[in-house]
């Protein structure tokens, strides 16, 4: 997809996808900052699912956006749009009950707070997951270039990989102060699991938009040399 | 010059100073509590305290008291004007009650708050664990003394008073013939104890609703009990409505918080009027409301009482019986100070007792001459003030002696315990060979000279400071000289030994980890960091299901990586077009990466390694009952399609890397959902301690049946699990074990069975005890055997020149597998037996391959072997099967122990050990292999497993938590040693099942099958030292760590409900490793 641009479009792809990061890094500070223990309907700490849902289509929108400015079409084009979008909801749906499956053994309550726990899945599987479905499609070999290999070509797969690792990391994160014995309202299942997620994804955007900008700035060297 | 010392020897004084350097630090910090046995007597016969008075004959005294104890009863409850018990404030109001508000001592748990409600002392710590073997109250007591004083009691409660005092009441449920008890007022003493408060306080906390109606009810009850009292003109009575521990704002109890800790009195009574407002509220200490009681009733003082009599009570009393009764307190206490302090009558405060009561004698001469006068009066009011200050001082003297820590002696600990880690840390870091031992240089031992007399000079400069003369370490008699000189000595070889390792030269810097091992080595440490803060400490269970969990999804990424890999390389191969290479580069970096126990195999196995690539990324399991192994796929594939029409079942599983990445992860999984059931099984903990589990369910009497099912159900599985590889002789002995299980179970009454439960349950555990015994002598006998035969190969075998001990081809090495741990002992035997016979060469048998490249023949059993081994023509290479037959016994131990876990724990925890045991099986068969871990690493993982085990079981790092029932399963009597070995073995029985394990393990990694006996030995030599390295490490840092903490933390508020408990924990916990490490150090010579 890149392969045929030249430098110079390539240059202002990266430019793109730095801007869009930054903005929506910009933005979910913003969202997560102003309502926290303000007791309104965003507030995580008061109002967990609703936030919750708020969140995922946030991260859902941000996602779609910075993949939209860049590639203008979805992966995968060939088959008709009915056919791979079942093919996408499938997938996702999948990932999902692999995510409330992990995050019940990880010793998440099994009888209670289950709607809680749905919905931490389906955040850290939009957070996690879905940046790579954007940018890999249902494509295992893309996947495996990206994660395992580790190696993330051009603007938007920057992104996916940071921010999908940092989510993760963050969710995991989360979890560590839900033992202390300080008696908060976030320390409640799953509050500080999505709250390490958010934070995470966040830090995602922030750090890929470092890489993007290391590269952009090798790439306007070479230029000049 | 200079001289080498092993590293076996290293070690081993390790283990013994990081055993002297824990019990140290702990003798420091609890502090023994000197009691007095026996119970207080009437009239004082003894005349071995200094000063008598005469007792006086008539001492009046309350005929009825019921004390009405509710629990979790905050002061603001009943003493705040706005409080819901309206009639205990009308009565305030009318001056008929005194009300104090009273300080309990932390912790403000029930148990240890009724101790010091009848016995008046403070509980230590320590305390608690001593008076593990009795769950009776042995220690002088107010119920005691009433009994003894012909007293009848009536009670209402819940179980702990009844434990605390068997036989001690005649009646244990008043409550619902409450009204007829107060019609016939035939008791003198009534305890109603009410939860009901303290529930709804854990339920909602002190501002719920349900409070109030509860309140009001308590209320009522005070209200009936006191108008029945009325009614009785003639006798005097009274009522003393109390708290035993406060309630926090959020609902719990156990801190120090002044919620949680200031409860309130009410002393009611009928005989009281016109007590004034002015003289409520007084405040007083929980423990003196025993002595106050025990005045009020005429009875004795108990003996440990640390507490003093509440004057203001004593309203009616004449002013000779108020002084009687302080001088019979401060006796009392002189007595206790007397006990404590060696030195006692040099004390300021022993020396106003003496004039207390010189001035006492004379004042009742002068009452008894002169009778009553104002002078008389100021004189008696001037003495009980002496009496009080006596009790005051000498009190506080003895509860600060309780509190005080030997700081010499913990600061000398923390030191050696640092000293143990910095020099194995060290000695970790340089990876010096382990075959040469330590070189210990001219320079250290120079500097040793040195440090002697130094270290010798401080010594004897803080012993003779005055600040630390009390310290043990300080003690002038033989055993203290001993360990003095003990401790000095390991000071002194610790820092020689770690100054040897620095000035050894670097042996290697192998850059060899990636981040999946290491991650293993981040965990241990992040553990250690969360024991600094206490509700971590209170919930490790947490932390290590958290751990095992990561590690173990961390394991499944790596499966899926190396799947990947293996697939971007296979695709590369096929296209080998110059867009891949860069991939292909990256991918092969990748690989060198991956390989964590490379150093170990490649090292040792003698094979070549140039295909080292491929095998990590489908290494062979190391179990015996599985490899695979060839070159390229070719013939690999080959290969399966021969062995898969012989034996399609066992070997299609392993054959075709592809399915055996699936059985990985399907291992892995189940491994998860287990450790996700048995963490439901028991909850511990703190914070959601009391959250429903499985294992409370079961419990249930109602659910004796599903109990039973359980247990059966676990122990088929346990059978079918550990059975598989067994003779017919030895599947008959565990199924009588488990049968014997079954029945001592069903005898106790936990479990149904078509027979009613006899009297005598321990002849079904000694039978269980001796088919242990019994399964372990035999494998024992059969090794030995084996062991001798193999002596005799050996030493034929090495007449044959050393280059046949080579491999000549890879491919023509035969190898041995035998699915049958046990038979194939005996198949080896007849096999090798009838080889000399005929071929009259020595023929390598190998018992088990690994990592050797080249075709491989298995042969699954007997059948199959004999007609095998007439095939080779040129003489071939014997490795004697050493390997396989301790592995083969070591599995016996594993099973031993199984089956002694299901027989000490609790029936619900059969299910614990069947899991575990299931768990176990699927990390050998199918983790272990995708692991690639090198020995340290391995040892680490199984500690994981183990402490997670730990929590499993139901423990937590709580003493209540503790199992007292599985020290007497099979005895009769008490015998201290017997039972303590019993619950230490049983507390640990989940750490002690992964060691078992670890061992087992490292065993099968080590056993190299292309070499001979005695490299094999040195091999294991290695390894096991690795393994006691690794756990030298991982006791000393957690220990080192957590001593400084505690050393820090000694006055935090929690020091006695989570760090103590911890501490003991973690030095049991260091005792189990300690002697295991010794028993492998020593085995493996």
Known sequence: MTADKTPHSARKVLKRTLTWSLFCSLASLILLLIPFNSGTILDLVSNCLVATKMWISVILIQIFFICKSVTHSMPGKQQSKVGCLLKYVAVFLAIVTFFCVITILFGAPLTESRAETFHFAVLLSVAGTFPGLMTCGVNLDEWSRLYVLSSPEYGVEVVAYWTSLCSIFGAWLGAFPIPLDWDRPWQVWPISCVLGTLGGYIIGLILSSVHLFIKYYKMARQKHL | ?1085
């Open chain 2, 1 to 1085: 010059m200079g001289f080498t010392l092993s590293w076996r020897c290293i070690f081993i004084i390790d283990l013994v100073f990081i055993l002297i350097g824990i019990a140290t630090f702990m003798k420091g910090f609890f502090p023994l509590k000197r009691h007095l046995p026996g119970y207080a007597e009437a009239g004082n016969e003894d005349n071995s305290s200094t000063i008598k008075l005469k007792l006086i004959s008539q001492i009046t005294h309350y005929d009825k008291i019921v004390i009405v104890l509710i629990d979790a009863l905050r002061a603001d409850f009943v003493l705040n004007h706005s409080t819901p018990m309206k009639y205990v404030q009308t009565m305030m109001d009318r001056g008929k009650t005194l009300s104090y508000i009273v300080k309990a001592n932390p912790p403000t748990v029930t148990l240890p708050r009724i101790k010091a409600l009848t016995t008046g002392s403070i509980p230590g710590f320590i305390d608690v664990v001593m008076n593990f073997d009795s769950a009776a109250l042995m220690e002088d007591n107010i119920i005691t003394q009433m009994k003894r004083a012909g007293k009848r009691i009536l009670f209402y409660g819940d179980d702990t008073w009844i434990t605390l005092f068997p036989n001690h009441f005649v009646d244990h449920n008043v409550s619902r013939h409450l009204n007829f008890e107060l019609q016939r007022l035939d008791w003198d003493v009534m305890i109603l104890h009410y939860l009901g408060l303290d529930h709804i306080g854990h339920l909602a906390g002190p501002k719920s609703p349900l409070v109030k109606p509860k309140l009001q009810e308590m209320d009522d009850v005070i209200q009936k009990i006191y108008n029945a009292l009325e009614k009785e003109t003639t006798i005097s009575s009274l009522i003393l409505i109390c708290g035993d521990h406060g309630m926090s704002d959020q609902g719990s109890h156990g801190g120090a918080s002044v919620s949680e800790v200031t409860v309130p009195a009410v002393f009611l009574s009928p005989s009281f009027s016109n007590i004034p407002e002015s003289s409520q509220g007084e405040i007083i200490q929980q423990i003196d409301l025993p002595p106050t009681l025990s005045v009020l009733l005429g009875i004795p003082i108990p003996k440990n009482n640390l507490g003093s009599v509440v004057t203001s009570t004593l309203i009616g009393y004449s002013k000779e019986e108020v002084l009687w009764f302080l001088y019979s307190n401060a006796e009392q206490i002189v007595k206790l100070f007397e006990a404590n302090f060696e030195n006692y009558d040099t004390d300021g405060s022993f020396e106003m007792y003496r004039l207390a009561v010189q001035e006492h004698s004379d004042w009742l001469d002068v009452m008894k001459s002169h009778g009553d006068s104002p002078v008389v009066d100021e004189k008696s009011r001037s003495i009980a003030y002496r009496y009080k200050l006596v009790i005051q001082s000498m009190t506080a003297r003895i509860s600060s002696s309780l509190t005080m820590y030997d700081m010499y002696s913990m600061i000398t600990a923390v030191i050696l315990l640092w000293l143990v880690l910095i020099k194995s840390s060290l000695a970790k870091v340089k990876r010096l060979p382990r075959n040469e031992g330590l070189q210990i240089s001219r320079h250290s031992v120079s500097l040793m000279m040195v440090s002697i007399p130094l270290v010798g000079f401080c010594h004897v400069t803080v012993c003779t400071s005055h600040f630390h003369a009390e310290s043990f370490l300080c003690g002038a008699s033989q055993g203290s000289i001993l360990l003095q000189l003990t401790i000095f000595v390991g000071l002194i070889f610790q820092v020689v030994v770690s100054l040897s390792i620095v000035l050894c030269s670097f042996h290697k810097l192998g850059a060899k980890k990636n981040s999946f091992c290491w991650s293993l080595f981040i965990g241990t440490v992040c553990h250690t960091l969360s024991l600094l803060s206490s509700s971590f400490v209170e919930e490790e269970h947490q932390t290590w299901y958290f751990l095992t969990m990561t590690f173990h999804i961390l394991l499944l990424a790596k499966i899926f990586t190396t799947k990947m890999l293996q697939k971007a390389k296979r695709s590369a191969n096929e296209t080998s077009g110059e867009e891949n290479t860069e991939n292909y580069s990256k991918l092969s970096q990748h690989e060198s990466h991956d390989n964590c126990s490379s150093y170990f195999h490649q090292e040792n196995s003698g094979v070549n390694f140039h295909e080292r690539k491929f095998q990590t990324c489908h290494k062979p399991s190391p179990d015996i009952r599985q490899f695979v192994n060839s070159p390229n796929e070719k013939e690999e594939k080959k290969y399966d399609e021969k062995e898969r029409k012989k034996d399609d079942s066992l070997h299609s599983k392993y054959a075709d890397p592809l399915c055996s990445t699936w059985n990985a992860v399907l291992g892995v999984l189940a491994v998860l959902i287990l450790s996700r059931a048995l963490r439901s099984l028991n909850q511990t903990g703190n914070k959601w301690l009391d959250r429903p589990d499985v294992g409370d369910w079961l419990t249930k009497p109602e659910n004796k049946v599903w109990l039973s099912v359980t247990v059966i159900i676990s122990l088929v599985t346990l059978l079918a699990s550990i059975c598989g590889v067994l003779s017919w002789l030895d599947r008959t002995l565990l199924l009588i074990g488990c049968f014997g299980v079954y029945r001592y179970r069903a005898n106790t009454g936990d479990l149904i069975f078509f027979e009613t439960p006899s009297s005598k349950a321990s002849t079904e555990a000694w039978l269980v005890y001796a088919v242990i015994f019994i399964y372990f002598i035999k494998s024992l006998k059969s090794s030995f055997k084996l062991s001798s035969m193999i002596s005799s190969l050996t030493s034929v075998g090495s007449k044959t020149p050393p280059s046949q001990f080579s491999i000549q081809s890879p491919d023509k090495l035969h190898c041995l597998h035998s699915h049958c741990k046990l038979d194939c002992i005996q198949s080896v035997e007849n096999i090798s037996s009838l080889q000399l016979q005929s071929t009259q060469q020595p023929i390598l048998v190998t018992s088990l391959s690994l990592q050797n490249s080249g075709t491989l023949h298995t042969l699954q059993d007997h059948g199959r072997l004999q007609p095998k081994f007439r095939i080779p023509e040129s003489p071939q290479i014997l490795v004697a099967p050493c390997s396989q037959q301790n592995t083969g016994s070591l599995q016996v131990i594993h099973n031993c122990w199984i089956l002694l876990m299901t027989l000490l724990m609790r029936p619900h925890n059969v299910a614990f050990v069947a899991m575990v045991t299931v768990q176990e099986i699927l990390v050998e068969r199918y983790l272990l292999g995708h692991m690639t871990l090198s020995t340290s690493y391995l040892t680490l993982y199984c500690l994981w497993m183990g402490e997670a085990s730990f929590f499993y079981q139901g423990n937590s790092n709580s003493i209540s938590t503790v199992d007292v029932s599985a020290g007497y399963v099979g005895l009769m009597v008490y015998q201290p040693v017997l039972v303590g070995m019993l619950l230490s073995l049983a507390t640990y029985a989940g750490p002690i099942f992964w060691l078992l394990a670890l061992v087992k393990y490292v065993h099968a990694q080590a056993s190299c099958p292309t070499a001979s006996l005695q490299e094999n030995k040195a091999r294991f030599g290695k390894e096991f030292t690795k393994v006691v390295h690794t756990l030298i490490l991982t006791r000393a840092l957690p220990l080192a760590a957590y001593t400084v903490l505690v050393t820090a933390q000694r006055y935090h508020l929690f020091v006695w409900t989570v760090f103590s408990p911890k501490l003991l924990y973690e030095g049991m916990f260091t005792v189990v490793i300690v002697v295991f490490s010794l028993v492998v150090l020593l085995i493996c010579q």
